[in-house]
């Protein structure tokens, strides 16, 4: 009817059109098809054409992307790195990779703790993409190659840079494949544990099934340490632990208390502390021990005093659960430590069991190696967010152009991305060179031992710190674009500051250090015999050496509150030690290191990106392009 009126009311209209004024030129109805109004709608509804926008990044190889990466792996790596390193950067560069990340954090887990019958299950709902990301990351053995290659030189070294690339794409669910990487040394230390568990938490097929562990093809291991009361100090822990027998591989005993973050709830077994009464001799009545938490107990049945109290809503790691946990004392839960490990979440345990792991007291000793391979893994994923978010501002500056040029071109972006290159570099020699010490660390030899345990604790505290600014300045680089959700850069940006406060906020770490200081006088020795291998090749850098050496002396006099008032302005200053020995001895790019020297060690520390001053137009573009993830750096 409509249809009919308006074609009536528009003849009625024909000979007035027809006599309308001279110059318009008016086409009879008669002549008007329906094509025609189709194409004039379509040509109305153009308001423009979409060009001089920047291709979305992906389909490259992320290895290959990163150039610096590649000359620490050619240095330290082992024989196979070329093929494992390039097959995992062209599976994190692919289409579905960056898709699945994507999903993962857009459909976040979820907490059911009932079924539809009203059994409790206490579980975490997951996304099938979070599972193909874990099962890609098992594949191509994030957690495990170190511990399957284990004796062969540069395996240490291949596995950090799995890791440092995965961050890049995907961090989330990075949480329980560092938990299960860095779980080994101390699964090691109880013979009957580790013959059952070390099988599943190295191979390489992701199994999430709900199983006993012996069943199962693979398995996960997470973490469930800190409490309400006490954070970082674990010491104020007040989670009990009562024996049970010693039946079932490590001593049993039945867990009572809570757990203030527990990640990645739906692992399957947990570490965790709690207080033991005196059974064994020598033992501190009320000290801390170590004990493994299965998910689901070698019987079959569910570990259930383990009761998953709420998730955290966190401001990143959106993909991996955190939770909160309870344990009831009575028959013990393996399901507060499922909580503990990849999602954070707080929870109680009720009674839930668990396997001691070593002597009784000895918590703190069994668990730290733990935490220092976590600590290496924070710098790693912090390094790894830093490229990532480089990568993309440089593809960005690569491929759009204002006022005539490419912005990568124009020398006000050139100094902020060549600066962005000196700091990411920079970052990426000092965390391989601290996995490298890992390897040294192997022979047992005093002097590297010491290296090691002091400067994975700098790293991770001074990489960490430099991962947020880094991440802000990348998103700049890329206008509105990189502020809106569809792109990768607010992902990034919200997971910049977590790994400055996992495992060990900065003052912690910043303490720690200082602690192995006061300790043993060797791990300032093992920093100076790095710094000093390279004096001689700059002078600013050996007069800055001379300084903080000084410094050191000074701060010591002062006493330990002037020592700790002081602790954060003299571990920045041993790091960027570090970073110039590694980039002086180390780097092949001689212009990315005269750059880095100028903006961090000759002058003042720059305050922002881009305001070095060194070197030419052409060097800067230089230093701009080694950070452009496609061929097109030429």
């Given at each position: 009817?409509?249809?009919?009126?308006?074609?009536?009311?528009?003849?009625?209209?024909?000979?007035?059109?027809?006599?309308?004024?001279?110059?318009?030129?008016?086409?009879?109805?008669?002549?008007?098809?329906?094509?025609?109004?189709?194409?004039?709608?379509?040509?109305?509804?153009?308001?423009?054409?979409?060009?001089?926008?920047?291709?979305?990044?992906?389909?490259?190889?992320?290895?290959?992307?990163?150039?610096?990466?590649?000359?620490?792996?050619?240095?330290?790596?082992?024989?196979?790195?070329?093929?494992?390193?390039?097959?995992?950067?062209?599976?994190?560069?692919?289409?579905?990779?960056?898709?699945?990340?994507?999903?993962?954090?857009?459909?976040?887990?979820?907490?059911?703790?009932?079924?539809?019958?009203?059994?409790?299950?206490?579980?975490?709902?997951?996304?099938?993409?979070?599972?193909?990301?874990?099962?890609?990351?098992?594949?191509?053995?994030?957690?495990?190659?170190?511990?399957?290659?284990?004796?062969?030189?540069?395996?240490?070294?291949?596995?950090?840079?799995?890791?440092?690339?995965?961050?890049?794409?995907?961090?989330?669910?990075?949480?329980?494949?560092?938990?299960?990487?860095?779980?080994?040394?101390?699964?090691?230390?109880?013979?009957?544990?580790?013959?059952?568990?070390?099988?599943?938490?190295?191979?390489?097929?992701?199994?999430?099934?709900?199983?006993?562990?012996?069943?199962?093809?693979?398995?996960?291991?997470?973490?469930?340490?800190?409490e309400k009361q006490g954070g970082s100090d674990v010491r104020a822990n007040t989670?009990?632990?009562?024996?049970?027998?010693?039946?079932?591989?490590?001593?049993?005993?039945?867990?009572?208390?809570?757990?203030?973050?527990?990640?990645?709830?739906?692992?399957?077994?947990?570490?965790?502390?709690?207080?033991?009464?005196?059974?064994?001799?020598?033992?501190?009545?009320?000290?801390?021990?170590?004990?493994?938490?299965?998910?689901?107990?070698?019987?079959?049945?569910?570990?259930?005093?383990?009761?998953?109290?709420?998730?955290?809503?966190?401001?990143?790691?959106?993909?991996?659960?955190?939770?909160?946990?309870?344990?009831?004392?009575?028959?013990?839960?393996?399901?507060?430590?499922?909580?503990?490990?990849?999602?954070?979440?707080?929870?109680?345990?009720?009674?839930?069991?668990?396997?001691?792991?070593?002597?009784?007291?000895?918590?703190?000793?069994?668990?730290?190696?733990?935490?220092?391979?976590?600590?290496?893994?924070?710098?790693?994923?912090?390094?790894?967010?830093?490229?990532?978010?480089?990568?993309?501002?440089?593809?960005?500056?690569?491929?759009?152009?204002?006022?005539?040029?490419?912005?990568?071109?124009?020398?006000?972006?050139?100094?902020?991305?060549?600066?962005?290159?000196?700091?990411?570099?920079?970052?990426?020699?000092?965390?391989?060179?601290?996995?490298?010490?890992?390897?040294?660390?192997?022979?047992?030899?005093?002097?590297?031992?010491?290296?090691?345990?002091?400067?994975?604790?700098?790293?991770?505290?001074?990489?960490?710190?430099?991962?947020?600014?880094?991440?802000?300045?990348?998103?700049?680089?890329?206008?509105?674009?990189?502020?809106?959700?569809?792109?990768?850069?607010?992902?990034?940006?919200?997971?910049?500051?977590?790994?400055?406060?996992?495992?060990?906020?900065?003052?912690?770490?910043?303490?720690?250090?200082?602690?192995?200081?006061?300790?043993?006088?060797?791990?300032?020795?093992?920093?100076?015999?790095?710094?000093?291998?390279?004096?001689?090749?700059?002078?600013?850098?050996?007069?800055?050496?001379?300084?903080?050496?000084?410094?050191?002396?000074?701060?010591?006099?002062?006493?330990?509150?002037?020592?700790?008032?002081?602790?954060?302005?003299?571990?920045?200053?041993?790091?960027?030690?570090?970073?110039?020995?590694?980039?002086?001895?180390?780097?092949?790019?001689?212009?990315?290191?005269?750059?880095?020297?100028?903006?961090?060690?000759?002058?003042?520390?720059?305050?922002?990106?881009?305001?070095?001053?060194?070197?030419?137009?052409?060097?800067?573009?230089?230093?701009?392009?080694?950070?452009?993830?496609?061929?097109?750096?030429?």
């Open positions: 009817w409509f249809g009919q009126k308006s074609s009536e009311m528009l003849k009625s209209l024909a000979p007035r059109l027809r006599s309308s004024p001279s110059g318009v030129r008016v086409r009879s109805l008669s002549s008007v098809s329906g094509q025609d109004i189709t194409d004039h709608a379509q040509a109305s509804n153009r308001t423009h054409e979409v060009f001089n926008q920047v291709p979305v990044l992906e389909g490259f190889n992320f290895f290959e992307a990163d150039l610096t990466l590649q000359d620490c792996c050619k240095l330290w790596a082992d024989s196979n790195f070329q093929t494992v390193l390039g097959n995992w950067g062209s599976v994190l560069g692919s289409a579905q990779m960056q898709s699945a990340a994507f999903q993962a954090n857009r459909f976040t887990p979820e907490f059911k703790p009932f079924d539809s019958r009203g059994n409790r299950v206490d579980e975490v709902e997951y996304h099938p993409a979070y599972h193909y990301l874990i099962a890609q990351g098992i594949k191509h053995r994030v957690p495990s190659y170190a511990w399957a290659n284990q004796g062969k030189q540069g395996a240490f070294v291949t596995r950090a840079a799995l890791q440092t690339m995965y961050n890049g794409v995907e961090p989330g669910v990075n949480c329980p494949l560092t938990m299960t990487f860095a779980c080994v040394p101390t699964l090691k230390k109880q013979d009957s544990i580790a013959e059952s568990w070390l099988p599943k938490v190295t191979s390489d097929v992701y199994d999430h099934q709900m199983a006993p562990v012996a069943s199962k093809q693979g398995a996960l291991v997470g973490m469930s340490m800190t989670t009990v632990a009562t024996p049970i027998n010693s039946t079932q591989g490590g001593e049993l005993y039945s867990l009572k208390g809570h757990k203030w973050f527990t990640s990645a709830p739906m692992c399957d077994g947990f570490l965790t502390l709690a207080k033991t009464e005196v059974t064994q001799p020598g033992s501190r009545e009320g000290a801390l021990s170590c004990f493994l938490v299965p998910r689901v107990l070698p019987d079959g049945t569910k570990n259930s005093g383990f009761q998953i109290q709420r998730l955290k809503n966190k401001l990143g790691d959106r993909s991996n659960a955190s939770s909160e946990v309870s344990l009831f004392g009575a028959a013990l839960s393996c399901q507060f430590f499922v909580w503990l490990t990849c999602t954070m979440s707080q929870v109680e345990y009720h009674g839930a069991l668990g396997f001691l792991i070593g002597s009784e007291g000895k918590g703190v000793a069994n668990i730290m190696d733990m935490v220092t391979l976590t600590r290496l893994d924070c710098a790693l994923g912090s390094n790894g967010l830093m490229r990532s978010a480089l990568m993309s501002a440089a593809h960005h500056a690569s491929n759009r152009n204002a006022w005539g040029q490419t912005l990568i071109e124009q020398p006000a972006m050139t100094a902020v991305l060549a600066d962005l290159e000196c700091e990411v570099s920079a970052s990426t020699w000092m965390v391989m060179r601290t996995a490298q010490s890992f390897e040294d660390a192997r022979s047992g030899d005093p002097q590297a031992l010491a290296f090691n345990r002091i400067v994975t604790a700098i790293t991770k505290y001074f990489v960490t710190k430099r991962c947020t600014p880094v991440v802000v300045e990348a998103m700049e680089c890329h206008g509105g674009n990189g502020f809106v959700e569809e792109h990768i850069m607010p992902r990034l940006f919200r997971q910049s500051p977590l790994n400055s406060i996992w495992e060990g906020s900065g003052n912690v770490i910043c303490m720690d250090v200082l602690r192995a200081m006061r300790k043993d006088d060797a791990t300032v020795g093992a920093v100076f015999q790095e710094v000093d291998s390279v004096q001689g090749l700059d002078a600013s850098y050996d007069r800055f050496v001379a300084d903080l050496k000084d410094s050191l002396m000074g701060a010591a006099r002062e006493g330990n509150e002037g020592l700790q008032a002081n602790a954060r302005h003299l571990i920045d200053r041993l790091a960027l030690a570090i970073q110039g020995a590694v980039l002086l001895r180390n780097c092949p790019d001689t212009l990315l290191v005269q750059h880095w020297m100028s903006t961090h060690i000759r002058g003042e520390f720059a305050t922002h990106f881009g305001t070095g001053t060194g070197g030419s137009q052409s060097d800067r573009l230089h230093l701009a392009r080694r950070a452009v993830p496609l061929k097109v750096r030429e």
